[in-house]
């Protein structure tokens, strides 16, 4: 994604505001600056002035941007998304000069914090150039000195724990700084309406600020990218960029223009840039100062939920919600995952009372090769992954998780027979990627009580067919993919059986994968619908034991059959029929 000036009002603005945007106060960034200190905090100004253009003279070239399109108008700035393009913006080494003129800028920083601990504009611009350089540690040590309002100096304890991937510390830090605002700040700070679309941002906005806050948790939970990563890093995301709008505000910054509203919403809704260029225009341009182009970090997603998820999170459905629409209200990019997609997976339910076991094998390498055709993994796994069952903000819910050492797994746990958010989420460190599934599942719905089959789970393996649930976990298969002439294994369990019981057993496959001509003669109707590509049956002892009896088979379609396949598992006892279904697509070896 990259930022630039509207072309219309590019040329003006950068030269007509530079001087003023770069040299003005900042009354609510200086604090109470004694009279002996005033001196010190305008020579600072001045230095940081000299800072940032000294950046602008070596900032790279990129051809001029007149007559391009713009996704996004806001303000005197054009938005648009290169995500489609062939390569990502990396951006390039710093040069020396710049990385020396920082370098002094904050030991002139470092050493007016001493003199002047109080300042909160001094030890803003510290946090600032020291997080750009990635002096993270250097920042958490030096957020300590601060000793200017304590909101302020807990909301830059947050900023700096966030760069450095401690969502949970960030968290922490940045609820404190809340709770010590002043009202009428705290609830700039809490305003999501800038994050939200449609209905749900008019109702919003009709609410006060007190009123908002059961609000504000639904969208938050939701929200949060990861729930096998510690903390909620959407929300500290914003608290963050709340804080780099304070850092901007009234200070020297890379475009060279001032900091106004438009600056402000762009950065709440898709954060701060990670890099920019000089535009070198195309033909005669009415500046001879050219506009700056910022470049936002590559693979950022939607995680702020749409308005119908926070209406009734019920709604959310598998592969319902759209990670990468093309320009969303707003981006995040987690940094431990250069590549995040929608996790492959299944998720079978087996009945247990007033509980039920939830089983979820899943399959990021195959996920990723959909959504990430030209990756090639470069490291080994290294991951995190887990399963996530909660149905409500604030709700402890269930969190199982596992380390893995393959990007295809099996995580499983009990949980209440209630209707509830699930997750399933891997994050490989080592190849900086992540999956997740996250969708509302109805617990009881899919465990009925009764005469009852469960889902079915497919296997992995079929060397040894498993005899209970126990032996079959970890055999859970990710994917419903088989490749043509492999066994496709099937485990199951049947409830509500009388001790003895002989129930007959009948499995049909049927082919989903019809031609054109299939389908219009069984439409006439000419050809008989539903005609099986396979039918197995038996009766025997199904071995229950407490009402619960289970059992795995494997079936072998032709080598020569390739598509999508539906099989329906039937069993009948004392008259009851029960039925489970699931399909499975066969492709070619």
């Given at each position: 994604m990259m930022l630039a000036p509207a072309p219309l009002f590019a040329a003006t603005l950068v030269h007509a505001t530079l001087i003023a945007a770069q040299v003005g106060p900042d009354p609510g960034l200086q604090g109470q600056a004694l009279p002996d200190s005033e001196a010190t905090v305008a020579a600072l100004r001045a230095a940081q002035v000299r800072f940032e253009r000294t950046r602008q003279r070596h900032l790279p070239w990129t051809w001029g941007f007149s007559g391009g399109r713009c996704d996004l108008i806001v303000g005197r700035f054009c938005y648009w998304d290169d995500d489609d393009s062939d390569e990502g913006w990396t951006p390039p080494e710093e040069p020396e000069d710049v990385a020396l003129a920082r370098h002094e800028l904050l030991a002139r920083l470092d050493s007016a914090s001493v003199r002047l601990p109080g300042d909160r504009w001094i030890h803003g611009q510290r946090m600032r150039y020291m997080v750009e350089a990635a002096r993270y540690h250097d920042a958490f040590w030096a957020v300590r000195e601060c000793r200017a309002e304590p909101h302020w100096c807990d909301a830059l304890a947050g900023y700096v724990l966030h760069t450095m991937g401690d969502f949970r510390g960030a968290d922490s830090a940045f609820a404190r700084a809340l709770a010590a605002m002043p009202e009428a700040v705290r609830c700039e700070w809490t305003d999501l309406s800038v994050l939200l679309d449609g209905s749900l941002r008019g109702r919003y906005g009709n609410l006060g600020c007190a009123e908002r806050d059961s609000l504000n948790a639904l969208v938050w939970w939701l929200a949060d990218p990861s729930y096998v990563i510690d903390g909620n890093e959407r929300r500290t995301e914003h608290y963050a960029r709340h804080v780099v709008n304070r850092l901007f505000d009234g200070s020297a910054n890379p475009y060279g223009i001032s900091w106004g509203r438009d600056n402000r919403e762009l950065v709440l809704r898709y954060g701060w840039a990670i890099g920019w260029e000089r535009e070198r225009p195309r033909g005669a341009g009415l500046s001879t100062r050219p506009a700056v182009v910022g470049h936002h970090a590559d693979g950022a997603l939607r995680f702020v939920p749409p308005p119908a998820f926070v209406e009734s999170p019920a709604t959310i459905a598998p592969d319902g919600w759209e990670l990468d629409p093309h320009v969303p209200r707003s981006r995040y990019a987690p940094r431990y995952a250069a590549r995040f997609t929608p996790l492959r997976h299944r998720l079978v339910l087996f009945r247990r009372g007033d509980s039920a076991v939830a089983v979820a094998g899943f399959d990021l390498e195959e996920s990723l090769a959909v959504s990430h055709p030209d990756r090639r993994r470069a490291q080994p796994t290294r991951a995190i992954g887990g399963l996530t069952v909660t149905r409500a903000p604030g709700d402890s819910g269930k969190t199982i998780l596992h380390a893995y050492s393959s990007p295809r797994g099996v995580v499983s746990a009990t949980v209440p027979r209630v209707a509830a958010l699930v997750g399933i989420e891997i994050v490989d460190h080592a190849d900086s990627s992540a999956g997740r599934a996250r969708y509302w599942v109805d617990v009881p719905a899919r465990t009925p009580d009764g005469f009852a089959v469960s889902e079915m789970l497919l296997l992995s393996s079929v060397d040894s067919l498993p005899a209970t649930l126990a032996e079959a976990i970890p055999l859970a298969r990710g994917s419903d993919r088989f490749a043509s002439g492999e066994a496709i294994g099937i485990?199951?369990?049947?409830?509500?059986?009388?001790?003895?019981?002989?129930?007959?057993?009948?499995?049909?496959?049927?082919?989903?994968?019809?031609?054109?001509?299939?389908?219009?003669?069984?439409?006439?109707?000419?050809?008989?619908?539903?005609?099986?590509?396979?039918?197995?049956?038996?009766?025997?002892?199904?071995?229950?034991?407490?009402?619960?009896?289970?059992?795995?088979?494997?079936?072998?379609?032709?080598?020569?059959?390739?598509?999508?396949?539906?099989?329906?598992?039937?069993?009948?006892?004392?008259?009851?029929?029960?039925?489970?279904?699931?399909?499975?697509?066969?492709?070619?070896?």
């Open positions: 485990f199951w369990e049947v409830y509500g059986l009388a001790a003895g019981s002989a129930p007959e057993v009948r499995i049909t496959v049927f082919d989903e994968g019809k031609g054109f001509f299939r389908r219009a003669a069984e439409w006439i109707g000419v050809a008989e619908d539903d005609r099986p590509a396979m039918r197995l049956g038996w009766e025997g002892s199904a071995g229950a034991r407490d009402g619960l009896a289970p059992r795995a088979v494997s079936v072998r379609l032709p080598t020569d059959d390739t598509g999508r396949f539906r099989i329906r598992l039937e069993i009948e006892a004392e008259g009851q029929i029960a039925v489970s279904e699931t399909e499975v697509v066969v492709r070619k070896q």
